[in-house]
């Protein structure tokens, strides 16, 4: 049977805090839906209405795109051990760009990591737990390091080229915002020494 909260409590703070992974899902009202997995030490409880999570480079930005026309989002949490639960997070999400004046502080919340883009910020306005007991069991071995070592290698120039190459538009062509002012001030700067483009 589930069960309803207007916040998160103690318990399920500990809940979510213990798990290696979580998941993202947002949409537009005309977009396909996406649903991202989440791991690394890449998310905060703020309080027991707000969530923040760093949002890294990818091979997609979907979530930045659809968080422009449509604030709605759903992060789930699954217990994969002994003890079965599913947890539905629901709420109203902004993406904090590197550009935004409120990146210092959010950024701060969070260990340093290579190719961070957006940090997410969820307001939340629903909390839902469920049995999750046909759920199958699994065990945590290690996080994965290929993410790290390639965008370690890219290098700040060579990631905001593949910001433009790959993260400026979601899967249905809405635009991302994670290309402003200042990176476009950058590459021009960088066109104009000989740079390529």
Known sequence: MADRYDQLDDRLIRFITGQRVFFVATATPESRINLSPKGMDSLRIVDPRRIAWLNLTGSGNETAAHLQSDPRMTLMFCSFDRTPLILRVYGRARAIHRRDPEWREAIGRFPTLPGARQVLDLSIDLV????????????????????????????????????????????????????????????????QAGGGP
């Open 128 to 191: 839902q737990t469920s049995c999750g007991q046909a759920v199958p069991l699994y065990d945590f071995r290690a996080e994965r390091q290929q993410q790290r070592v390639w965008l370690e290698k890219l290098g700040e120039d060579g990631l905001h080229d593949y910001w433009a190459e790959a993260n400026t538009r979601s899967l249905d062509g809405i635009e991302t915002g994670i290309v402003d002012r200042n990176f476009d001030d950058a590459q021009r700067l960088r066109r």
